[in-house]
């Protein structure tokens, strides 16, 4: 039996480049990845796409602790890994000729990479790598679907009926009917770990965003005897969201551990002494957190406006809908819908 790590969407430069999530991932990589690859005895890591956030270029501090954090730790353990390019290693949309890995990684003899679609033997198991299936490979991608007889597909992909973000699933991509060949498929691209119908996506190793939050993050262990996936979660968050809503709670909620080096969203729901408030926020600041956001729901309700019935006021996605539903176009509006969801989702959470 052998023994792999799956990790996928690592996105080195999120958030436009952020040392603060520097800070972050390296915390993952030195304190949870790479210990276990060695008290494990790993025998290889398979990387499923989106190494680097930025498709149009990678900035020299990035560049830096991708290397430092991630590729040489994985040199100097003469551990080998493969990586499957995703649509963010890309710096066309068509083609994944001129990529990331291509130009960044090529230096490390231990990595082999794939942007082209292929079919390899993982130790004793047939498997086709798909990277992102883009205008100039969606043919041979198709194809090589079809004419496949690996048990396993591993890839960075897009699959229609699988969840995007919390609340939104993808209404584009690959019919999941096409994967049905497969013991398993093993997908990067979607950040939030879902499966169904022996497709998994595995998701993201550490948050990047408020849609994370409160969501458990890590990576995987493929066994190649059974093809049983083990989850390894990651302990680390780098959000904290406190809700003041009348009760004392919230004045004995404050940690060091879940505070420092952390960005802290607090929600009012109802007024709460001056003072009082004052005291709670002054600790938070006290850990040194990345950044303090109060969202104080109670402006949201006027006194002019207390006849009115909140339980049918429309959210915004609604809202969004119902005025899309009434353009005269021949565009197509579910699609320009999925568009404005993934608008309206990047400025929600956006920092």
């Not at 890591?45 to 430092?68: E, M, P, Q, S, W």
Request: hydrophobic share 35%; aromatic share 12%.
């Amino acid at each position: 039996m052998a023994k792999i790590v799956l990790i996928a969407d690592t996105h080195y430069g999120v958030r436009n480049d952020n040392v603060n999530y520097h800070t972050y991932f390296a915390k993952f990589f030195d304190n949870v990845f790479f210990p276990y690859l060695k008290k494990n005895k790993i025998d290889k890591v398979v990387h499923l796409g989106d190494v680097v956030d930025r498709r149009k270029y990678i900035n020299f501090l990035t560049a830096h602790n991708l290397r430092k954090t991630f590729l040489q730790p994985l040199e100097d353990m003469g551990m080998e890994m493969d990586i499957i390019v995703g649509n963010h290693d890309t710096f066309f949309k068509n083609t994944n000729q001129i990529n990331a890995i291509d130009e960044v990684v090529r230096r490390y003899k231990n990595i082999n990479f794939y942007k082209d679609p292929e079919e390899v033997d993982l130790f004793g198991v047939p498997t086709l790598y798909l990277p992102w299936i883009c205008k100039e490979n969606h043919k041979q991608s198709m194809d090589m679907i079809k004419l496949s007889e690996s048990r396993l597909c591993i890839g960075h992909l897009e699959i229609e009926g699988f969840t995007m973000q919390p609340g939104q699933l993808s209404k584009e991509g690959l019919s999941p009917s096409i994967f049905k060949k497969f013991e398993k498929t093993l997908s990067g691209h979607f950040h939030h770990r879902s499966d169904s119908n022996g497709i998994y996506y595995l998701g993201c190793p550490y948050q990047m965003n408020w849609s994370d939050y409160g969501f458990v993050k890590g990576f995987h262990l493929l066994d190649t005897d059974t093809l049983e996936l083990t989850f390894i979660e990651n302990p680390y968050s780098v959000y904290t969201k406190f809700v003041v809503d009348g009760t004392d709670h919230f004045k004995n909620a404050v940690s060091k551990a879940s505070v420092k080096d952390h960005y802290v969203r607090v929600v009012v729901k109802e007024k709460v002494d001056v003072e009082e408030f004052d005291d709670f926020i002054g600790q938070i600041e006290s850990f040194s957190p990345y950044e303090v956001k109060i969202v104080d729901e109670t402006m949201i309700y006027q006194e002019s406006s207390s006849d009115v019935d909140v339980e049918n006021i429309e959210n915004t996605k609604e809202i969004i809908d119902k005025y899309i539903g009434l353009i005269e176009t021949d565009v197509d509006l579910d699609k320009l819908k999925t568009k404005i969801h993934d608008i309206y989702y990047k400025a929600m959470n956006a920092e």
